[in-house]
């Protein structure tokens, strides 16, 4: 009797292990048949010229996204020709327009390092300052008086040092004029947010950080607007402070860098310029689109 049961047990036992086997047999080979089917490539057939055919198309409808993986894909295939530096360039462009700055900021420190010599080294020094660039920024701190983000005052100073090599490397090139008037935007923002953080700290009582952060200022920016409130409130707080020599020493600088100041009139002065007026001191309106030129195909 003990035996017979032992052999029951014992086919039932095989029974189980055979379905579990053949259960697990039949997973691993639909895994692997996953595993071994690909996408289909829909450009596989399509020529380099007709790949950048459909990037274009699909750029020229704003469709920035979608022109991405067709501008890497005739990279690829063009590799070695214009047409692929051509295919950095509009790539870069179309995340920058996507709204991905930092994938264009590295695409084109990509065409930079492969291309040094490259007839479109100004565009793209210019677009990679664009894309540091950032119109908006200090508006926040302008009303609040805290201090600008590191990552936004690091953008901004990165943006003024690609805007600097391409003026000074190709004076001549149509994106210089706008490039300068940039620079000249982010050192001011950069001086305002300064002195806006040192208002904040003097109408606190907080004199010291105050006067740290206007010195801040003066040592660091020259020819901005900015720097005669930070010359003002240096003489307010040290009075404020009871520091009476050093008070004087900077009145008398004040007197002497802008005469007839308007912050040592009875009145003093409301306030400098708000963060939304800095573009009316650029001699021109500043123009925030730029064209994509076909550099290469043009050429």
């Not at 029974?15 to 697990?24: A, D, E, N």
């Not at 600008?148 to 040092?161: T, V, Y």
């Amino acid at each position: 009797m003990g035996l017979v049961c032992s052999k029951k047990v014992f086919t039932m036992l095989s029974v189980k292990l055979s379905v579990v086997y053949s259960v697990l047999l039949a997973l691993a080979v639909g895994l692997l048949g996953a595993c071994s089917t690909t996408p289909e490539d829909k450009t596989a057939g399509l020529s380099p010229d007709k790949l950048y055919s459909e990037a274009r198309e699909l750029m020229d409808s704003g469709q920035w996204d979608k022109a991405v993986p067709f501008l890497e894909k005739l990279e690829s295939r063009a590799a070695g020709t214009p047409l692929a530096q051509q295919a950095q360039l509009d790539k870069a462009y179309a995340q920058f327009k996507a709204g991905d700055k930092a994938q264009a900021i590295a695409t084109l420190d990509r065409f930079l390092r492969l291309h040094p010599a490259s007839s479109a080294l100004d565009y793209a020094l210019y677009l990679k300052g664009l894309s540091n660039f950032n119109e908006n920024l200090g508006i926040f701190g302008a009303y609040t008086g805290q201090d600008l983000a590191e990552r936004d005052q690091k953008a901004a100073k990165e943006s003024f040092e690609s805007f600097k090599e391409l003026s000074s490397r190709f004076p001549q090139s149509r994106y210089t004029p706008d490039a300068l008037l940039r620079m000249r935007y982010i050192v001011q923002m950069l001086a305002k947010n300064e002195v806006y953080v040192a208002k904040y700290y003097f109408k606190r009582g907080a004199y010291v950080a105050a006067l740290n952060r206007a010195q801040t200022a003066v040592a660091d920016y020259r020819d901005v607007p900015a720097v005669e409130e930070a010359l003002y409130l240096i003489y307010k707080s040290y009075e404020a402070l009871g520091m009476a020599q050093l008070s004087r020493d900077a009145k008398r600088v004040l007197e002497a860098t802008y005469p007839g100041s308007d912050f040592l009139s009875p009145n003093g002065k409301a306030d400098t310029q708000s963060w939304l007026d800095l573009n009316k001191l650029n001699p021109t309106k500043l123009d925030w689109s730029f064209p994509n030129f076909n550099w290469f195909k043009s050429n």
